[in-house]
Nanobody, 122 residues
Framework: VQLQASGGGLVQVGGSLRLACATSDYATMGWFRQAPGKGREFVAGIRWNGYNPTYADSVKGRFTISRDNAKTTVYLQMDRLEPEDTAVYYC????????????????????WGQGTQVTVSS
């Protein structure tokens, strides 16, 4: 399974970006991020049917995860960006349906994309 993340860039505080992750096959897709000097952090997760997406508290209400009807691309719409959102963002997938309690664990996702840099300037 290959994942290709895109859409990162430089944006000002309060701005928006949309990340995309193209893949050939998944049952569950997650977005994670890693800021300089910090550990990997769960951002959002979604299953192939699009129901009940899950978000980290730090992005709830600002970020939206979705997938296209062909189920080959998963998006992360990021609005009202803050400097604390600066990080490398990774998409990750599993061919298994990951239960809700495990969505935030990186170990639930066997496949990872290469990462895309998001920088929010103040």
């Amino acid at each position: 399974v290959q994942l290709q993340a895109s859409g990162g860039g430089l944006v000002q505080v309060g701005g928006s970006l949309r990340l995309a992750c193209a893949t050939s096959d998944y049952a569950t897709m997650g977005w994670f991020r890693q800021a300089p000097g910090k550990g990997r952090e769960f951002v959002a997760g979604i299953r192939w049917n699009g129901y009940n997406p899950t978000y980290a508290d730090s992005v709830k209400g600002r970020f939206t995860i979705s997938r296209d009807n062909a189920k080959t691309t998963v998006y992360l719409q990021m609005d009202r960006l803050e400097p604390e959102d600066t990080a490398v963002y990774y998409c990750a997938s599993s061919r298994q349906r990951v239960i809700t309690s495990q969505l935030q664990r990186g170990e639930s996702y066997p496949y990872w994309g290469q990462g895309t840099q998001v920088t929010v300037s103040s």
